[in-house]
């Protein structure tokens, strides 16, 4: 889970083959990101969920 804007939201990371970290959510459609490391992905996944909750006019 991650607070974004006063929003909680619930995060899937998953580990790809490709030595990298998928992130998706349930909550926020459209969320897509992903990363090198879990905390990367995590920060990437809040800018962009962040980003579409703006331009959704959810916040």
Known sequence: MMDVSGRIIHIHIEKLPE???LA???????LVAQGRTIAETFEIARDVARKLL????AE
């Open 24 to 30: 998706t959510s349930d909550d926020v459609q459209g």
């Open 19 to 21: 030595v990298v970290y």
């Open 54 to 57: 703006e331009a959704q006019g």
